[in-house]
């Protein structure tokens, strides 16, 4: 491996393994030496003057070369924003990219032509991506109400914004796409009910009482964990997220290592939210009879 070569995937290596010409030229690595690596396999073009090095693609391989393609000042956005925040998945393979001016046109790229505030552009994994709220408002605008408002429920329970946040980015938007629904979901937000945790674990036993399904013991050990309501000859445990959105991404993954050491004590998890026990409590009712059906038959 030449000393050019070494220097580019070391560079590259620090950038999910995106490299553009004009990078490898400085390392050294000339026209001649960038088409015997490509045609060995080494390097595979993404876009015009951007390559991802190696034969394996990482994970953000695709979203950094779309940012190099399109120039210092473009933007993941969108559902591409999305997905790197972790809001949501990306329904597509398309890249979703903000520019300020004209971009070139490239393959598996949407550009959507339009000015940023600074306040809307953040980083993320080395990348320009625009802020959460500032990816809520752009998804109002190609979202039906249901998916935007699981959306904005995500950011929430990873910490992403705060109410404030999502009034501040409306506040700046002006006349734009987006505004009229990420407003009406902002506010049903504000006007939906806050259980307590001791609200919700009696509002689902009340629903079990009127169901008529056997009676759970409530708040016992089940190991070195306090569980909300237990069914022990079913071996099925019901936990209530009671508050209306967890407190951290930290809380939300130490619940999943919870529900996994009850599970590896034999015991079923069925958890509940607040939502669900306020909007859809025939569903939560059903769910739990079908949970309990099961392990008895």
Known sequence: MTRGLA?????AARRHSVVTTGELHACGVGPAAISRLVAAGLLRRRHRSVYVVGPSEPPHARAMAALLACGPHAALSHHAAAALWEIRRAPNPAIDIIHPGSARAHTGLRTHRMSLDGQDVGVRLGMRVTTPARTLLDLASVLDARHLARAVEEARVLRLVGLRDLHDVIGRAGIRP???????????????PSLTRSEAERRLLELVRAARLDAPLTNVRVGRHEVDLLWRNQRLIAEVDGYRFHASRSAFERDRRRDGELLALGYRVLRVTWRELTEAPEAVIANLARALATRAA
Do not use: Q
């Not at 220097?7 to 560079?11: C, G, R, S």
């Open 7 to 11: 220097a580019a995937l070391a560079f």
């Open 178 to 192: 987006g505004v009229p629904a990420l407003r009406r979901s902002l506010a049903a937000l504000e006007d939906a």
